[in-house]
């Protein structure tokens, strides 16, 4: 078997600051470790489980948060800023699953620590097709496109909420009950080591449960910047780009991926 695991850094257990997840702040290099330490237990859970191939993303900003000597042996790893067209190097039909670890909120999710949508500096908010959408749905839809089904996401409840409502049926582990953008009920990081891999392999086993994303065509993106200027720097033709008001563009494409590298290009 074969998996695919996408790792971003607001869900992972012990993680609720802006300094946490910031390359440079203080506590940046402690949330390494935590982030290391909790993929390191679901790829562990995935050999268990009887991966022979695991090939694992780091999705968090610059792509180059783990702590490299201190990764699991048994996965691939890929770093670094890559194009939406390349997002998931290596990723193919042959795959069994996804599992997107450490994941959070949509923009806006209220009571979600760390909610954004993919640029917390600019986007206020993303809708596809007429429903809101966030980065478990635009990954879910990104593996789709090779017929692969996300099967498990971890983070807060409320990622795990979402990830329910748009996936249908995928697996969750919850790493904290969220109350606030940076606050919660947060489980012990050992504990979440301890019950993350478990969780993991439960997903591998009835992974035939869970359908590959997708979502017929034609597309449209509605943008929403934080503020006016963002979206007057942005390109518009009044055909396929159009600005619906201040802070608001619409992008209209019959080719998904085309239209997500439109949006984040």
């Given at each position: 078997?074969?998996f695919y695991v ?10 609720a600051?802006?300094e946490?997840?910031?390359r440079?702040?203080?506590?940046y ?11 390191n ?6 050999v ?10 780091d999705a968090h900003a610059t792509?180059y ?9 048994a996965a691939s790893y890929v770093?670094?800023?890559?194009a939406?067209s390349?997002r ?11 599992l997107l670890?450490?994941?959070h909120?949509?923009?806006g999710t209220?009571g979600a620590?760390?909610d954004h949508?993919w640029?917390?500096a600019?986007?206020f908010?993303?809708?596809l097709n007429?429903t809101p959408?966030g980065e478990i749905g ?8 090779h017929g ?5 996401v971890s983070?807060d ?7 329910k409502?748009q996936?249908?049926?995928?697996f969750?582990?919850e ?9 919660g009920?947060?489980k012990a990081p050992?504990?979440?080591?301890k019950e993350?891999?478990e ?8 992974r035939k449960?869970?359908s590959?994303?997708?979502?017929p065509a034609?597309?449209?993106m509605?943008?929403t910047y934080?503020?006016?200027?963002l979206a007057?720097?942005?390109?518009y033709?009044?055909k396929?780009?159009v ?6 563009k ?12 439109r949006?984040?290009g």
């Amino acid at each position: 078997m074969k998996f695919y695991v996408s790792v971003d850094m607001e869900g992972i257990a012990g993680i609720a600051f802006k300094e946490q997840i910031t390359r440079g702040e203080t506590l940046y290099q402690e949330a390494r470790q935590l982030l290391t330490d909790e993929v390191n237990a679901v790829v562990e859970g995935l050999v268990r489980a009887g991966a022979k191939e695991i090939i694992v993303k780091d999705a968090h900003a610059t792509g180059y948060n783990f702590l490299f000597d201190r990764l699991h042996p048994a996965a691939s790893y890929v770093v670094g800023p890559l194009a939406m067209s390349s997002r998931f190097p290596g990723v193919d039909s042959t795959f069994d699953g996804a599992l997107l670890v450490g994941y959070h909120g949509m923009a806006g999710t209220e009571g979600a620590i760390l909610d954004h949508s993919w640029s917390i500096a600019d986007i206020f908010g993303l809708e596809l097709n007429g429903t809101p959408i966030g980065e478990i749905g635009f990954e879910a839809l990104l593996f789709g496109l090779h017929g692969v089904p996300v099967i498990f996401v971890s983070g807060d409840d409320k990622t795990c909420d979402e990830a329910k409502k748009q996936l249908g049926t995928v697996f969750t582990y919850e790493t904290k009950k969220a109350a606030g953008r940076h606050s919660g009920l947060l489980k012990a990081p050992k504990r979440v080591q301890k019950e993350i891999g478990e969780s993991a392999m439960e997903a591998v086993r009835r992974r035939k449960e869970c359908s590959p994303y997708s979502l017929p065509a034609p597309y449209e993106m509605k943008i929403t910047y934080i503020n006016t200027s963002l979206a007057d720097t942005r390109y518009y033709d009044d055909k396929e780009a159009v600005r619906l008001d201040g802070r608001t563009k619409l992008i209209k494409d019959t080719d998904l991926l085309r239209l997500f590298s439109r949006t984040f290009g």
